[in-house]
């Protein structure tokens, strides 16, 4: 489950590559389970970034694990957006068991 959600500068221009594929490549974790949203940003106030990266992860993950796919989003959306990583931010929340509801079922583990 982990899931990206990510603001992206309208200025940001795509290569044509898989991102899914690049934080596979970058974090050393299986995409089975890899969502990423991406949502165009027209306008940013304050200390801006190119990109700022909401990543939701299931407690059950080590923080090691945690860890490799919290930089190795960061490194795919470097390679994917042409970016250095200094432009990119990402905040991570770790969902506790219960605390998500799929098909309708909240999940356990």
């Not at 990206?4 to 594929?21: G, I, N, T, Y």
Request: aromatic share 8%.
């Amino acid at each position: 489950m982990p899931i990206a959600h990510c603001l992206v500068s309208k200025f940001c221009q795509p290569s044509e590559s898989s991102l899914v594929d690049l934080w596979t490549k970058h974090s050393g974790v299986s995409a089975s389970e890899m969502t990423i949203n991406i949502s165009q940003v027209d306008h940013q106030q304050g200390k801006s970034y190119d990109i700022i990266s909401s990543l939701y992860l299931p407690s059950i993950w080590k923080r090691e694990s945690i860890t490799k796919l919290q930089l190795g989003l960061s490194k795919a959306l470097s390679a994917y957006y042409g970016l250095d990583e200094s432009e990119i931010l990402i905040l991570t929340s770790v969902i506790e068991s219960g605390n998500l509801v799929e098909q309708g079922k909240a999940q356990q583990w």
